[in-house]
């Protein structure tokens, strides 16, 4: 089945305490993306990865790294997690190397205490 | 800079039709989108419009117009498992991301 996974779905962690959401396709798409979304103010990107070993920053990328190492690979790093990083992140991947339908992850929902 | 604008909320009962504006400010145009999302789930697809004009799939259509930064999604026949938010995005003039509206929450009742 195409798709996009990510884990964990869900974590509580503490402030200062790097974590990785890792995001893995299986459709062999070029273009993957990760986006954070927060009440009353939609999905807004974070990074953006067009294919393997090319990266570049969304919207909101500060507090945030992450990697294209493998096409099918595209974690989410925090180095230092924050109260303000609490939300639900979604991944997402499409074909190509510039934006068309994008497939969505099921979402990770993420608390920083 | 790019702005998205759509209605926060909106209430329909079963079976009726219901029309989501949407009206966009960018710098360029690349195409646009509408996306389904059930509370606390993954947004999934409904629809792409880089030409004027109305598409149709099924009870979902979509309109656009680029000379008044317009779209529309069209839902007909609408039943309780349409009740979700929809999302109107655009792609950014560098073809390198969507930059999504706040989106629109939809209740059907019975």
């Known amino acids: 089945e195409a798709q996009v996974t990510q884990n964990p779905r869900y974590l509580i962690t503490v402030t200062g305490k790097k974590l990785t959401v890792t995001c893995s396709q299986n459709m062999n798409h070029e273009y993957m993306s990760w986006y954070r979304q927060d009440p009353g103010l939609g999905l807004r990107q974070i990074y953006y990865?067009?294919?393997?070993?090319?990266?570049d920053k969304g919207d909101v990328p500060e507090g945030y790294k992450v990697s294209r190492k493998e096409k099918r690979n595209f974690p989410l790093i925090l180095e230092s997690p924050s109260p303000n990083q609490t939300s639900l992140y979604f991944c997402a991947s499409s074909r190509g190397t510039s934006i068309n339908e994008q497939f969505f992850g099921p979402g990770t929902r993420l608390t920083v205490l | 800079g790019q702005n998205i604008d759509q209605p926060t909320e909106m209430t329909a009962t079963e079976g009726a039709i219901v029309q989501i504006n949407c009206t966009y400010q960018t710098s360029g145009f690349n195409g646009l989108f509408w996306y389904q999302q059930h509370a606390g789930e993954a947004p999934t697809f409904l629809s792409y419009?880089?030409?004027?004009g109305l598409e149709e799939k099924g009870r979902f259509s979509s309109f656009l117009s680029r000379s008044k930064g317009y779209s529309y999604l069209l839902l007909k026949e609408l039943q309780m498992k349409d009740s979700a938010s929809y999302l109107c995005a655009v792609i950014n003039q560098a073809g390198t991301a969507l930059i999504f509206g706040k989106g629109t929450t939809l209740s059907v009742s019975s």
């Open positions: 990865s067009m294919n393997v070993e090319v990266t």
């Open positions: 419009n880089v030409l004027d």
